[in-house]
């Protein structure tokens, strides 16, 4: 239900974009967020925005990576500029879907996207 894209290697300095698209008989897309997760540590949340775009960083990467949205496509983007090797890890896309015919609400995992950055 959750489709990220996007990811690769990089040069440490330079910039990736991440795009997560909810597919499916899908209503309502709500919060949505990008975490990332390296071997041996707990995932751990790197940016999110509300249906209204209002956003969220963890400190680690405000100034250098700007979540965004587009609501009619139920698709977030994440920019990533300014990397560092520290960010390499598997980013996650992950969000609560509410289906268009039961109206369940439940959460949802990307499969994950994995990106290197060289130093």
């Known amino acids: 239900q959750l489709v990220e894209s996007g990811g690769g290697l990089v040069q440490a300095g330079g910039s990736l974009r991440l795009s997560c698209a909810a597919s499916?008989?899908?209503?309502?897309?709500?919060?949505m967020k990008w975490y990332r997760q390296t071997p041996g540590k707990q995932r751990e949340l790197v940016a999110s925005?509300?249906?209204?775009?209002?956003?969220g960083y963890a400190d680690s990467v405000k100034d250098r990576f700007t979540i965004s949205r587009d609501n009619a496509k139920k698709t977030a983007d994440l920019q990533m500029n300014s990397l560092k090797p520290e960010d390499t890890a598997v980013y996650y896309c992950?969000?609560?879907?509410?289906?268009?015919?039961?109206?369940?609400?439940?959460?949802?995992w990307g499969q994950g996207t994995l990106v290197t950055v060289s130093s």
């Open positions: 925005i509300t249906t209204g775009g209002t956003t």
């Open positions: 499916g008989d899908i209503a309502r897309v709500d919060t």
């Open positions: 992950n969000a609560d879907l509410t289906d268009r015919y039961t109206w369940r609400n439940r959460n949802y």
